[in-house]
């Protein structure tokens, strides 16, 4: 089975509001099931290509720093 996984994410999500999106993030972090881990570095992936230069050193000090 062929998925693309950016546009199934992006599909579910389409008409989403910042709650269902911090909602559907904070269930998918509780749940622990590694099956959502792609799911999530989609939303990382969007998260990323759309930030200052600034706010991905800010993540990336939150990575290193929490690693």
């Known amino acids: 089975m062929n998925i693309d996984i950016r546009k199934h994410i992006r ?15 904070e269930a998918s972090i509780k749940s622990q099931d590694e099956v ?19 706010t991905k050193d800010g993540i990336l000090s939150t990575l290193i720093n929490n690693i």
């Open 36 to 54: 959502i881990l792609p799911g999530l570095g989609v939303l990382f992936e969007i998260v990323w290509n759309n930030c200052t230069d600034q």
């Open 11 to 25: 599909n579910n999500f389409k008409d989403a509001d910042i709650k269902d999106i911090e909602d559907s993030i």
